[in-house]
């Protein structure tokens, strides 16, 4: 009887030894557990930071990368003002010019009725030939006329039917006519009309009978 208490009591201090020792193991394995949680933690938390700064420093590279390529459009839009600024101002001069000088070539070229005129007017001081002073100034008068015809200058005519056109002519005024057939039409030309290539420059101030 007494072998079986000892035996039980062995058996009892036996399993509260096993169970500290199961205890203390547990424990162990939970502090360990909690030490490799902190470490992987810790060791997170390395990457987040290196990250973090590798970030930042490319948000730096582009930044300056940008600051650099907007000075670059901002010198390329200086540069283009300046190169427009400059274009305006001289095709602004070129226009004047061409403005000013325009007819520059049609002025050289009625310079030698000019001399003509200049000459004919010398000679009436000694001429005692009237016929040759009509000529000369019928001579002056036609080649004038040609002159004109080359720039594309040309006479408003009147037509065989002498209708009046509004297109062409300008009545200053009317007058009574016997033959009736003339009212509407054309009785005579005050001052001639002209066309500088098909478009009129100065109108046919006409007489027109009613």
């Given at each position: 009887?007494?072998?079986?208490?000892?035996?039980?009591?062995?058996?009892?201090?036996?399993?509260?030894?096993?169970?500290?020792?199961?205890?203390?193991e547990?424990?162990?394995?939970?502090e360990?557990?909690?030490?490799?949680?902190?470490?992987?933690?810790?060791?997170?938390?390395?990457?987040?930071?290196?990250?973090?700064?590798?970030?930042?420093?490319?948000?730096?590279?582009?930044?300056?990368k940008?600051?650099?390529?907007?000075m670059?459009?901002?010198?390329?839009?200086?540069?283009?003002?300046?190169?427009?600024?400059?274009?305006?101002?001289?095709?602004?001069?070129?226009?004047?010019?061409l403005?000013?000088?325009?007819?520059?070539?049609v002025?050289?070229?009625?310079?030698?009725?000019?001399?003509?005129?200049?000459?004919?007017?010398?000679?009436?001081?000694?001429?005692?030939?009237?016929?040759?002073?009509?000529?000369?100034?019928?001579?002056i008068?036609?080649?004038?006329?040609?002159?004109?015809?080359?720039?594309?200058i040309?006479?408003?005519?009147?037509?065989?039917?002498?209708?009046?056109?509004t297109?062409?002519?300008?009545?200053?005024?009317?007058?009574?006519?016997?033959?009736?057939?003339?009212?509407?039409?054309?009785v005579?030309?005050v001052?001639?009309?002209?066309?500088?290539?098909?478009?009129?420059i100065?109108?046919?101030?006409?007489?027109?009978?009613e």
């Open positions: 009887m007494r072998k079986a208490k000892e035996k039980e009591k062995n058996k009892e201090q036996q399993s509260t030894i096993s169970a500290e020792i199961n205890q203390s547990v424990q162990a394995n939970a360990n557990v909690a030490e490799i949680n902190q470490q992987a933690a810790v060791s997170d938390s390395v990457p987040t930071e290196t990250q973090s700064t590798n970030h930042n420093e490319q948000l730096q590279e582009m930044k300056q940008y600051e650099a390529e907007i670059e459009w901002k010198d390329k839009y200086i540069r283009l003002s300046a190169e427009f600024d400059n274009y305006r101002k001289r095709t602004l001069k070129e226009k004047m010019e403005t000013r000088y325009a007819n520059e070539e002025l050289k070229n009625i310079l030698p009725v000019v001399d003509d005129f200049e000459r004919g007017i010398k000679n009436l001081e000694t001429a005692a030939d009237i016929q040759a002073v009509k000529d000369g100034i019928f001579l008068y036609n080649k004038f006329k040609d002159f004109l015809a080359q720039n594309g040309k006479e408003i005519t009147i037509q065989d039917d002498k209708e009046f056109n297109d062409f002519h300008e009545a200053i005024t009317k007058i009574p006519v016997e033959d009736q057939s003339l009212s509407g039409k054309i005579d030309v001052q001639k009309g002209y066309l500088l290539n098909d478009k009129v100065r109108y046919a101030k006409v007489v027109v009978g």
